[in-house]
């Protein structure tokens, strides 16, 4: 059984791997990638929406001072509103976080777009996305103890702070005798939080920084009875990011520090000894990472997004290790986890790297090219550098090759393809053919 996107056509072995959405007329499946750009094109046309309604309605009530004009600029302002609570949202998650000693790894606003900007503060990443509608807070428990109540108490409050902002909105409109353009102001303001706080608490589940995340009423009536397996599941979840970080950036030793920890607390748990295989990884420890990698793929039957994953890391590993006797399982790996989640930007650079290794130049450029334009960190993008200046050398371009292997060093110095690709483009200039 396989999914496939009813926009662009894209399939995926994986039978639930694409966002259902129904209509009255039909239902239909996205792939996450034209989900996301369905959003986006949707929150431009609403910003774009509120910019002209604010234009009109103050342009109008400022010539004209007619009610039409004045509820324009109402709607305009209540949109506005809208967008500016998002900090304000996501900060009320984030402070009570770290109040009641959580874990706090980020706080994005935005659920869609590019990343524009990125600041740490307090070990946390604030990110900015191109279209700031919408947010998400990344939280995790540093330990199980009193876990239900201090998670219920990060995600109430939020709704808390709404609430808070219409009680004093209401306390101020009262006490104060406003004209027309102020009583408007504030009734906008009160709406929108009304607004927000309805959506926020009603349970559902909604797309915020690349996934489906629930929202704020479905985690409150989840808190209370959340089971023991899923409290050290969500610890688990900690540790793994705690490695995962470490390993962006770049202390390999650190995050293999976390990975024991988590061992010892949780060694059946696959989350944990995945990351224990992106630690040796980072190691380089690759005829490692590659075996535990395999035993992960050989525990369970059902093809799932870990499965996938797993192929990839087994392909990678293979690459790494620059031995071309393992070329063909990391092309059948690699083929595997693409077609089972190739919108990917990871999956794709893998699959063309394989396809390099092997000699399919002409077929990789192209998911090289489409991943390079979607990885937005660093190291990754100086990862898929390589792999095109590799690319480019063995197809004779030395003008290419040189430009992204100098565009790979100065993202990444450390970036462990870099040599592989001043390799493909010295094996060139010797007239080596493969």
């Not at 009530?61 to 007619?66: A, D, E, F, V």
């Not at 304000?88 to 900007?117: D, K, P, Q, Y």
């Not at 990125?118 to 070990?123: C, S, T």
């Amino acid at each position: 059984m396989t999914s496939k996107c009813t926009s662009c056509g894209l399939e995926s072995t994986l039978e639930d791997a694409f966002q259902q959405a129904h209509s009255s007329q039909c239902r239909a499946a996205y792939c996450p990638t034209c989900l996301a750009d369905w959003q986006a094109q949707q929150q431009k046309a609403r910003l774009g929406s509120m910019a002209i309604l604010l234009a009109v309605g103050v342009a109008g009530y400022l010539l004209t001072g007619n009610s039409i004009a004045l509820l324009a600029l109402a709607i305009g302002l209540v949109m506005l509103f809208d967008v500016l609570l998002i900090p304000f949202h996501e900060l009320a998650h984030a402070v009570t976080a770290l109040i009641v000693r959580m874990r706090l790894f980020n706080v994005c606003i935005g659920s869609v777009g590019r990343i524009a900007w990125v600041i740490r503060v307090f070990g946390c990443d604030i990110v900015l996305r191109t279209i700031p509608a919408g947010g998400s807070t990344l939280i995790a428990p540093r330990s199980t103890r009193w876990f239900r109540l201090r998670n219920f108490a990060v995600v109430l409050a939020a709704p808390l702070l709404h609430i808070g902002l219409i009680g004093i909105s209401l306390v101020a409109w009262q006490r104060n005798h406003w004209g027309t353009l102020a009583t408007t102001v504030t009734w906008a303001f009160i709406l929108s939080n009304f607004l927000t706080l309805a959506l926020s608490v009603w349970p559902r589940k909604c797309w915020a920084d690349g996934r489906m995340i629930a929202n704020d009423g479905l985690l409150l009536l989840q808190a209370p009875i959340l089971s023991r397996r899923a409290i050290e599941a969500s610890h688990a979840q900690c540790i793994l990011m705690e490695a995962l970080e470490c390993l962006e950036r770049n202390q390999p030793d650190e995050a293999r520090r976390w990975i024991e920890t988590g061992l010892a607390t949780y060694p059946d748990d696959p989350s944990i000894r995945y990351g224990q295989g992106m630690v040796l990884l980072g190691l380089r420890q690759y005829a490692q990472a590659r075996e535990l990698f395999l035993e992960l793929l050989s525990e369970g039957d059902e093809p799932s997004e870990l499965h996938a994953v797993c192929h990839n890391n087994i392909a990678w590993a293979d690459l790494l290790a620059n031995k071309p006797e393992l070329y063909a399982e990391a092309d059948e790996c690699s083929k595997k986890a693409y077609d089972a989640l190739p919108w990917l930007p990871n999956i794709k650079s893998t699959r063309g790297i394989a396809l390099v290794a092997i000699g399919r130049q002409n077929e990789a450029l192209p998911l090289l090219g489409k991943a390079f334009e979607q990885f937005e960190s660093k190291c990754d993008r100086a990862l898929n550098a390589c792999c095109l200046a590799a690319v480019f050398a063995r197809r004779g371009d030395a003008e290419q090759a040189q430009k992204y292997t100098a565009q790979a060093r100065g993202l990444d110095p450390e970036c462990p393809l870099v040599a592989w690709a001043e390799q493909s483009m010295g094996e060139f200039a010797a007239g080596i053919t493969r």
